[in-house]
C-alpha cells in the first residue's frame, strides 16, 4: 500500500514523539549505565600544535616522518552509535518484522539522543540503501525514524558480509554498530569477527516465526521472499529447524566477539531492550 508523503509525515511525527517519551521515561539512565565507558580510546595521530600536552607525543610517528605527532584519545562513552538496518525482502516486506526493527532502532536512536551520543544509520539489503552519518541531538534522531519509515529498498537479498566489510573499511574509528536483521544469509561470520575487533558490536536478532503458530502435521507451499523460490513446506519441521537456526546464529555470533540478543513479538520492544541493557550490567 502507498501512503502519501502527508501522510508519512505525520506517521513519523507520532511515532518520533511516542518513542522519544518511552527513551526518555524508561530506557535512558539505563542506556547510559550500560554503556558507561570504561576508559580512553585511541583516536587518532595528528600533528603536534605548540601548548599541547608533551606527554602525548607519538614519538615512535614523529621519528618515522620527521614531523612531530601527537596521539589523540577519546572516551569510549562518547563513541558514535551506528544502527545498520537490514531491509531485505524477507525483512521489510514481513508486516512483524519490520515495525520491529522500526521501534528498536527508533528506541536506541533516542536513548543516544537523550545522552548526546553521535547518531548515524546505515539501511541494507544486498547493496547499501540509505546511509545518514552520524550526528547528535533530538533532529538526528527524528532523521532515522523518518529515514526508515521513508525507506524504498531496491534490494531484495540479505549480504551480511558485505555490510560488515564496508563498515570495517569505512568506519575508522571505533564506534558501537547495532545491526538488525533476521540473519538471513550465510558466510558473514569472519567479517563480523573481523568487525568485531575494532568496534563495540551487538546484533539484534529478529526473529518472526510465521509458522511457528500453525498447527503440526501440514504441508504448505510457500515462497521465499529473497529469492522468489517455491517451495513445500511441513508446519511441524518448521518450526523446529527455526529454533534450532536461532540457536546456531547465537553462537556463531557470540563466538565472533559480537553480543547477541533477540527481538521478537511475543515480548514488546521495550522489554526486549530493557532486558539487553539490564543483562550488560550483570
Same mark, same amino acid.
Given at each position: 500500500m502507498?501512503?502519501s ?11 518520533s ?5 518511552t527513551?526518555r521515561?524508561?530506557?535512558?539512565g ?12 585511541f583516536a ?5 600544535q605548540?601548548?599541547?600536552?608533551a606527554?602525548?607525543i607519538?614519538w615512535?610517528?614523529?621519528?618515522r616522518s ?15 552509535l551506528l ?6 525482502a524477507s525483512l521489510f516486506h ?16 533516542y536513548c543516544?539522543?537523550?545522552t ?6 546505515l ?6 540503501e540509505?546511509r545518514?552519518?552520524?550526528?547528535r541531538?533530538l533532529r ?6 523518518? %529515514?526508515? /519509515? ?7 537479498? @540479505?549480504?551480511?558480509?558485505? +555490510?560488515f566489510?564496508? =563498515? *570495517?573499511?569505512?568506519?575508522?574509528r571505533?564506534?558501537?554498530?547495532i ?7 550465510t558466510?558473514y561470520q ?5 568487525l ?20 503440526e502435521?501440514?504441508w504448505?507451499?510457500?515462497q521465499d521472499a529473497?529469492?522468489?523460490?517455491r ?5 511441524g519441521?518448521a518450526g ?16 565472533? %566477539?559480537? /553480543? ?7 515480548? @514488546?520492544?521495550l522489554?526486549? +531492550?530493557?532486558q539487553? =541493557? *539490564?543483562?550488560?550490567?550483570?
Open positions: 502507498m501512503y508523503s502527508s501522510s508519512i509525515q505525520e506517521l513519523v511525527r507520532l511515532l514523539l511516542r518513542l522519544a517519551r527513551a521515561q524508561s530506557l535512558a539505563l542506556y547510559a549505565s550500560s554503556f558507561q565507558g570504561r576508559g580512553l580510546e587518532e595521530l595528528s600533528e603536534y605548540p601548548g599541547s600536552d606527554r602525548s607519538d615512535r610517528a614523529t621519528l620527521g614531523r612531530t605527532y601527537s596521539r589523540r584519545y577519546q572516551e569510549d562513552r562518547e563513541l558514535p544502527l545498520a538496518c537490514d531491509c531485505s514481513q508486516p512483524q518484522a519490520w515495525p520491529l526493527l522500526c521501534e528498536a532502532a527508533g528506541l536506541f536512536a543516544a539522543a537523550w548526546q551520543d553521535p547518531l548515524g544509520l539501511c541494507f539489503s544486498d547493496r547499501l540509505q545518514l552519518a552520524p550526528a541531538g538526528q534522531a527524528g532523521r532515522v525514524i523518518a %529515514g526508515l /519509515q521513508e525507506l524504498q529498498p531496491l534490494g531484495r537479498r @540479505t549480504d551480511l558480509a558485505h +555490510v566489510t564496508w =563498515l *570495517q573499511n569505512v568506519q575508522r571505533p564506534a558501537r554498530i545491526v538488525f536483521s533476521d540473519l538471513y544469509a558466510g569472519p567479517a563480523l569477527q573481523r568485531a575487533s575494532r568496534h563495540e558490536v551487538i546484533v539484534a536478532h529478529i526473529k518472526v516465526e510465521p509458522l511457528a503458530s500453525l498447527p502435521g501440514f504448505l507451499a510457500v529473497e529469492s522468489s523460490q517451495s513445500l513446506c511441513h508446519t519441521s523446529r529447524a527455526t529454533a534450532c537456526q536461532a540457536e546456531d546464529c547465537c553462537t556463531a555470533i557470540r563466538s565472533c %566477539g559480537a /553480543q547477541y540478543f533477540t527481538l521478537t513479538p511475543v515480548q @514488546t520492544v522489554e526486549a +531492550v530493557r539487553f =541493557l *539490564q543483562g550488560r550490567l550483570s
